[in-house]
Nanobody, 117 residues
Framework: QVQLVESGGGLVQPGGSLRLSCAAS????????MGWYRQAPGKQRDLVAS???????NFADSVKGRFTISRDNAKKTVDLQMNSLKPEDTAVYYC???????????WGQGTQVTVSS
């Protein structure tokens, strides 16, 4: 069982930056594929970025070059650094941990990110 708690969301102006953090409990954190997803009102939940235990990353095309993902296995955290934010980045951001890409894994409760002037 893994529990995930996100933090770092908030209101930011276009062009600004935010750093989201996800803290995990439970064992075997270093073996999990960690990911950040987002869901805007009326839309499906989509992958933003993921990071495997081996260090491979995957980013949505819309965030490439603006977002980075990192993890600290000793602290059991995964961060999402978001730069050059746009209004279309507004969504609830969820942390996910899964042992295999085909499994749903575990979800955090989400944190709201609003990009607006």
């Amino acid at each position: 069982q893994v529990q995930l708690v996100e933090s770092g969301g908030g209101l930011v102006q276009p062009g600004g930056s935010l750093r989201l953090s996800c803290a995990a409990s439970g064992s075997l954190f270093s073996t999990y594929i960690m990911g950040w997803y987002r869901q805007a009102p009326g839309k499906q939940r989509d992958l933003v970025a993921s990071l495997t235990s081996g260090g491979s990353t995957n980013f949505a095309d819309s965030v490439k070059g603006r977002f980075t993902i990192s993890r600290d296995n000793a602290k059991k955290t995964v961060d999402l650094q978001m730069n050059s934010l746009k209004p279309e980045d507004t969504a609830v951001y969820y942390c996910n941990a899964r042992i295999h890409p085909t499994l749903p894994g575990y979800w955090g409760q989400g944190t709201q990110v609003t990009v607006s002037s």
